[in-house]
């Protein structure tokens, strides 16, 4: 019995339209990266479980894809594997079960590769990634189970001019892809440190912030509950109330955040970050949002999250921060890092509802040859090998068939141009080359056809 044909849910095949339109946005902003002196870094799409285990937080974790172990269903590890799943079921691990798992972000990999290679690295670092990442979330719009992060991070460096970059890194990208009206949002995490010292101490900041974190999807009502069940008191919750209510212009919400946290040494500092990279950045769409949390344990400064235009109800289209030690979960202390994350899948959704891709990004073959027979398609067989040499993407129709037949094809393709080498054109050396968007069609010497071709 044959077997109805699926992928997994939360995944996607791609087709030659997609592809190119998501290589488009790859080049973009890979090409940005290159212009700012990042470096191209590739690491497994699997990672050693312990790896990344305990750095995303608690609703992190639970989104980990783990790998099962090969021969678990071995006699001799049965048993063994019972008490494991057990222990999945829990969500806890068990290496007798799974020792592996499928990467869940970037810039973990990225750490542990510093971790492995600091003694050979020159610092400061500047890298950039774009590989595909796994999460076991709930498939919806704009949030899939398998998609690509294009990542550029920062590492043996203190500097707030990274975030200035980076920051600008966003702004080059979005306004070359066409989003004009994207949002940059920037907190810091010295900030929310100082409000859990207001509401009782630091060890409130884990409680406080997966909560707000959730502010935009479940609202004040139900984060203030949230806060309540995790053991916060009500004059703790006021204050954060407060806190989350800070609105105006960005240099009205620095004003006000002053006042409320403004005696805390660490929440000075993060002010002051925060305004520094304000000032550097008044050219970009950078707004100061003290509700931006980003769930992630290891932030521990500047922290960003891209939102788009406002028209599309699509979100966060990037995000990232500061992880002053993050090398230090792998034994490799004091390397500080930044960096920041595309959500590539996102914003091709973005792009194509706002019908903002290029009208020739679907242009790959220049020109298609006709077959008008057999020895005609051996003459332009040669023909198109000349064009190919000169780097000009064109295909010969496979076989002689109707006029109107091959021009059909042309156009389901987006061919632009056709070129009809028949007898007579062989015996006179030219060819007649038509436009197929215009409807022009002229004859051409067979010497001059790669210069017409390339120059169009």
Request: contains cysteine.
């Amino acid at each position: 019995m044959s077997t109805k044909p699926s992928i997994p849910q939360g995944t996607r095949d791609f087709s030659a339209e997609v592809v190119r339109k998501r290589n488009y946005i790859f080049s973009v902003i890979r090409n940005v990266f290159e212009l700012y002196s990042f470096q191209p870094l590739e690491t497994p799409a699997m990672e050693n479980l312990e790896t990344l285990m305990g750095k995303y937080g608690e609703e992190g974790d639970k989104l980990i894809f783990k790998i099962l172990n090969n021969g678990i269903n071995n006699e001799k590890n049965i048993e063994k594997s019972k008490a494991g799943f057990e222990k999945l079921l829990e969500g806890k691990s068990s290496s007798d079960i799974t020792e592996r798992a499928l990467k869940y972000d970037l810039t973990i990999p990225f750490a542990r590769y510093v971790a492995m290679n600091h003694t050979k690295l020159t610092f400061p670092f500047r890298r950039y990634q774009i590989q595909p990442v796994w999460r076991a979330d709930r498939p919806q719009k704009g949030r899939y189970r398998e998609f690509t992060q294009c990542d550029a991070d920062v590492v043996g460096s203190l500097s707030l001019l990274n975030e200035v970059e980076l920051a600008n890194i966003y702004h080059e990208v979005f306004i070359k892809l066409g989003l004009k009206n994207y949002e940059l949002k920037i907190n810091s995490r010295k900030i929310l440190v100082a409000l859990a010292e207001l509401c009782g101490g630091a060890d409130k900041m884990i409680d406080i912030t997966i909560a707000i974190d959730k502010l935009d999807k479940i609202g004040l009502e139900k984060v203030k509950e949230e806060l309540q069940e995790r053991g916060l008191k009500d004059e703790q919750i006021t204050i954060i109330e407060s806190y989350l209510n800070i609105t105006g212009t960005n240099e009205e919400k620095l004003t006000q955040i002053k006042s409320l946290i403004g005696s805390s040494e660490i929440g000075k500092q993060g002010i002051e970050e925060v305004d520094f990279v304000f000032q550097q950045t008044k050219n970009t769409n950078l707004s100061i949002d003290f509700t931006l949390a980003r769930g992630l344990n290891y932030y521990t400064g500047i922290i960003f999250e891209a939102k788009a235009p406002e028209e599309v109800k699509m979100g966060s289209i990037g995000g990232g921060g500061r992880y002053d030690d993050l090398t230090g979960l792998f034994g490799v202390p004091n390397i500080p890092g930044v960096g920041i994350s595309f959500g590539v899948d996102r914003i091709y959704d973005v792009l194509e509802e706002m019908n903002l891709f290029p009208q020739d990004v679907q242009v790959s073959t220049k020109a298609l040859l006709f077959n008008m027979g057999e020895v005609e398609s051996r003459f332009a067989f040669g023909i198109m090998q000349q064009l190919r040499s000169s780097g000009i993407a064109c295909e010969l129709y496979h076989e002689a068939t109707k006029i109107n037949k091959q021009f059909t094809y042309a156009e389901k393709k987006n061919i632009p141009f056709v070129v009809i080498i028949g007898s007579k054109e062989i015996e006179e050396k030219n060819c007649a080359v038509k436009n197929l968007a215009t409807g022009n069609q002229e004859t051409l010497a067979l010497e001059n056809l790669a210069g017409y071709l390339k120059n169009l």
